[in-house]
């Protein structure tokens, strides 16, 4: 989770730990990673015809991946960066 205000959560659940990103980090946030390889893979050197044509193929882009759970995995690992410190 980064900084910005409102992305502030309200969960009073025992079971969920919030960690903090630094600042301008991109490279830590999975969405962000998910977000890159799908705009290099799917939809980079496009032109679009409408609004929807964009719509269309963001979720043709987004269900293709869903599919494939070892590259999720693979583009949302940081081997080099190692999180057990913080916990």
């Known amino acids: 989770m980064d ?9 009073d659940q025992d079971n969920v730990i919030m960690l903090k990103l630094p600042p301008y980090s991109p490279e830590l946030n999975p969405a962000e990673q998910v977000w ?4 290099q893979h799917w939809l980079s050197n496009r032109c679009f015809e409408s609004y929807d044509a964009i ?7 987004w269900n293709a991946l ?3 759970t070892n590259l999720i ?3 949302t690992q940081r081997e080099w960066c190692d999180l057990s410190v913080i916990f």
Request: proline share 4%.
């Open 66 to 68: 869903c599919n494939e």
């Open 3 to 11: 900084g910005a205000l409102w992305h502030q959560p309200s969960l």
């Open 55 to 61: 719509v269309d193929a963001a979720c043709d882009a």
């Open 36 to 39: 890159q390889y799908l705009k």
């Open 73 to 75: 995995r693979s583009i």
